[in-house]
């Protein structure tokens, strides 16, 4: 899930604002910590549950790829589409079903896993929750199988965690980055609460909210944002922070992955695409560039996660202009200066 603060629970004016039609993220209730004496560091030890179509979970898949964590942490992937009406269990339930056909493409997803991190072989997500007597459903998990437990469910604090303890869970890379170094914590923070409140959950209050006024004010935001964004990047930084990756451009890099191809329609996000604004677009090639980055999302997901759930269930072919996505990302000169 998103960014959460505080105790687990609601806010307790969130059906309010739901009842007037703002969209409220639910509050994670795992929030334990790796590192701790119940969650020592190890390699091998640890197992993440995620859905590539989730921009949460693609933080956490991100920050195992970059921190050079492919083999030393496992890694289990739901259907793109969560559960039907006529499922034994009922609808909208994440599931991992390796054999699933996608509409998009009529075959299974070569991604897609059966649960292996628990040892039980779970079908739902629900059911890892509920082996600990909780009615969560949601992903990215972070889970500890040698205390078959749950160590924490907010992608926040999963990357963060990961980000600590990297060398110790047993990364490829010698050193492996940090991706929130001491220096630069204040500047990340503040990007961080800028970029979550009003591009990451910005994009999801727009796109499901079902009050004209408060779509059109978390439109407005959302691209006041790339703007500003667009106007950081001016002076020829590769990254937000500076020369170097942080934990602010990896936090920002799912939403904008997804706006051309899916947020524009989705989200009703269509106030331009990001070839539109050429700092921000030469920024998400040179992030989609990073060893281990394209490996750990998939626009085919999420054009299926989005769109195959919607009222009528087709997922749009394109666009194919001008050029075919994710290839264009290899692409930095398609940037409209």
Known sequence: MGDQAGMAGEEPEAEARRARGEFVRGVSAHRGSLGSKAHPPAPHRYHLFVALNCPWCHRVTLARAVLGLEESVGLDVAFPNRTEEADPAGPNLWHF?????????GA??????????????H??????YRAEG???????ILYDRAAG????????????????????LGSRLDPPPDLYPQALRE????????????????????GFSSDQETYAAAYRAYFDRLEALEALLADGRPFLTGAHFTEADLRLFPTLYRHDP??????KLNGARLLDFPHLWRWLCRVHALPGVAASGSLLHCRQGYFGRSWNGTVPLG??????????????ELARD
């Open 97 to 105: 079903a390796p054999d699933r056909a996608a509409s998009l493409t």
């Open 108 to 121: 299974p997803l070569p991604e897609c896993t059966e649960e292996r991190g628990t040892g039980a072989g």
């Open 123 to 128: 079908r739902l997500v629900r059911d890892i």
């Open 134 to 140: 909780s009615e969560e459903k949601s992903v990215p």
């Open 149 to 168: 437990r749950i160590v924490n469910n907010e992608s926040a604090e999963i990357l963060r965690q990961l980000n600590a303890h990297a060398a110790a």
């Open 187 to 206: 500047e990340i923070d503040a990007l961080n609460a800028a970029i979550y409140a009003e591009v990451n959950n910005g994009a999801y209050r727009a």
């Open 262 to 267: 899916v947020y524009y329609l989705r989200m």
């Open 319 to 332: 666009p194919e202009r001008p050029m075919a996505y994710p290839a264009a990302y290899e692409h930095p």
